[in-house]
């Protein structure tokens, strides 16, 4: 009886002090993930098997495994001139923003074959792969906890937008045709 009386005070201040943390735990929200970039190279040697949908030899020839050769060609040297640009177009932060991977990352999120000579690679769509490059054959799920994004058409709208000096308007059943690279056996197995 005694003993109770000088435990519960004791249970009410623990249980106090466990409701303050959880309730404050809230407040500071954890430190935002940041995953590593591989490059689209690292996708290569799973994904450029023809009865698969070839998606890595099909990326290639698509406009956006040039964007950053794009940026060295004359029309983007005549844009950048008449923007007052100070720097080269493939060097501006005004023009690399769109037309690279991963432009602004920390460098220590950049894996040594990461090249920003690939222009818009397949993390600019599919999410930066560090962590879920090796998970999300077997695990879709996980995969999104781990850098995976399903592109949709806000993702390409945020390229494809009136801040491109040569915009074209943005039609996505139209644009993801010409960029398509499905698996043939999953478009069967549907
Ligand atoms: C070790 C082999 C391997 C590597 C490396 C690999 N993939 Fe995959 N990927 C697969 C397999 C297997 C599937 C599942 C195909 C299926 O659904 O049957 C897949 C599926 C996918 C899918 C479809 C997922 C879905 O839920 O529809 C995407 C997108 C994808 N991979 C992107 C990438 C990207 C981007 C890279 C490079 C960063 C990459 N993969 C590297 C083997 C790999
Ligand atoms: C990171 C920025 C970025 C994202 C995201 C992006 N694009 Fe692009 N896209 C570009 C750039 C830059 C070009 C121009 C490449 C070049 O010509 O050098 C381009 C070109 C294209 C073209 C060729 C347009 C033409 O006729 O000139 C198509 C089609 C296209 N993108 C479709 C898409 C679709 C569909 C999505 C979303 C699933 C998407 N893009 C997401 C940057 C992006
Ligand atoms: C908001 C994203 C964005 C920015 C910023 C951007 N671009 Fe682009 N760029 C694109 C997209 C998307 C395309 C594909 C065609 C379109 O819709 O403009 C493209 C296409 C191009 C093309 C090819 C046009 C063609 O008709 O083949 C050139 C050249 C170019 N950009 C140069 C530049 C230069 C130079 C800058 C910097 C002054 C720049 N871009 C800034 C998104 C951007
Ligand atoms: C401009 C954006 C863009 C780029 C770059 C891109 N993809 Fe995709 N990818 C898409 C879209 C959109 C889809 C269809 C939507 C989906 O399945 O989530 C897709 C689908 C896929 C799928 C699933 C196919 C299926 O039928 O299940 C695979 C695998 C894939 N991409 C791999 C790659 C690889 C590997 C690269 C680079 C070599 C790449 N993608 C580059 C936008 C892109």
Redesign the pocket.
Known sequence: MRRSMWLAPAVAALAAAWIIQAGGQEKPAPPKQEFGYVGSKACMMCHKNPERGDQYNKWLKD??A??YQ?LAGEQAQKIATEKGLKTPANEAPECVR??VTAWNAKPELLGKDYAKSEG?GCE??HGPAAQYRMVHQKDAAKAMTLGMIH?DEE??R???NEQSPTY?PFD?AK??A??AHPDPKKAAKK
């Open positions: 406009p956006h040039k964007a794009t769109c037309h818009v600019s769509c592109p993702l390409c945020g390229c494809h074209k996505y644009f993801s010409v960029i």
